[in-house]
């Protein structure tokens, strides 16, 4: 069924959330009018009642399901089981309702966290399945990889409508900048100014700097999602990437000049690296319904850098 955004009453889990402001941003720019941001205190998602009286509530036609417990190396360390069971049961009974009611479309977020641990780059849909994820996001992933089977069962099975994407590193103005639950590049980002600011003379950065990663603007991520929503369905997974690896050791003194900081960077070899390597395949993406990522890494991390010193006032 075609996707019509002015007339779509649209639920988007996680809609107040980083991602989901820029999502929300393209829906309006689509001309979506009903969309219906649910807050964890009014519907806890990991409890199945919660799911049906949203349902209920919204009548949605569309929903796209953004909202994850998730974090850095150290809060994925920390909380695996939090994390497996959460992410587990939000998706999972989202995508369960939303079959017994008669949903028109569902679109659901996995992580790049799901693929294997040594998985060849770039990485492909297809290699999903070819080995364990890196230890300390595999409850994660792999909570996240259930969407995708279920999302597969249910086509198969009942004729439902879902969709799963596989971002890779999100970033961008608005990121959580939380030092213990965020990402690479908001702690980068945060660490290097407070130094300057401080006048300290050097920042410790955990792990070798051995390792890549990948990284997607919020910005770009947003309009993948709604173009999958709008023009993608099938079940197969699709991969939303920049297509470009950065070592962490290079990474880090390019955040800190854009961060005017100049003191020197410390690697604490004690501290976890994470997945070696991070870059994906996103030319499904392109084939199957027209999007790849227009904005260049240098120009983001500048916006990111700009609107981190403009409200940090506001910033925990």
Not at 94 to 104: C, D, H, P, S, T
Not at 156 to 183: A, I
Request: aromatic share 10%; charged share 25%.
């Amino acid at each position: 069924m075609a996707i019509l955004w002015p007339t779509e009453r649209i639920v988007v889990t996680g809609g107040a959330g980083f991602l989901g402001s820029f999502v929300i941003e393209e829906l309006r720019r689509r001309g979506a009018r009903e969309i219906f941001v649910p807050r964890s205190k009014d519907y806890d998602l990991v409890d199945m009642a919660a799911v049906r009286a949203l349902y209920r509530d919204t009548q949605p036609t569309l929903v796209l399901h953004l909202a994850a417990r998730v974090g850095g190396i150290g809060a994925n360390r920390d909380n695996p089981g939090k994390f497996f069971y959460d992410n587990l049961m939000m998706g999972v009974q989202l995508i369960e309702v939303g079959r017994q009611v008669g949903l028109k479309k569902l679109v659901a977020l996995g992580t790049i966290c799901a693929y294997p641990k040594f998985c060849p780059v770039p990485f492909k849909e297809e290699d999903l399945w070819n080995g364990y994820p890196e230890e300390t996001n595999a409850p994660y992933g792999l909570a996240k990889k259930m969407l995708l089977v279920q999302s597969q069962a249910y086509r198969q099975q009942y004729g439902f409508d879902s969709v799963v994407l596989f971002p890779v590193n999100l970033y961008g103005p608005r990121d959580n900048f939380d030092l213990h639950s965020s990402h690479v590049i908001p702690a980068l980002v945060r660490k290097c100014v407070e130094a300057r600011e401080r006048g300290e003379k050097t920042i410790v950065v955990w792990g070798d700097g051995s390792a890549s990663r990948e990284f997607l603007h919020a910005r770009d991520a947003a309009e993948g999602i709604v173009a999958a929503a709008e023009r993608y369905d099938k079940s197969e997974p699709v991969n939303l990437g920049a297509g470009f690896e950065i070592r962490i050791r290079d990474l880090v003194p390019m955040v800190a000049r854009a961060c005017r900081f100049e003191g020197e960077i410390v690697w604490d070899t004690s501290k976890p690296n994470g997945q070696p390597r991070r870059m994906l395949d996103t030319s499904r993406a392109l084939r199957e319904f027209g999007w790849k990522a227009r904005i260049g890494f240098e120009e983001g991390l500048k916006e990111t850098v700009e609107w981190f010193e403009k409200n940090r006032g506001n910033i925990k």
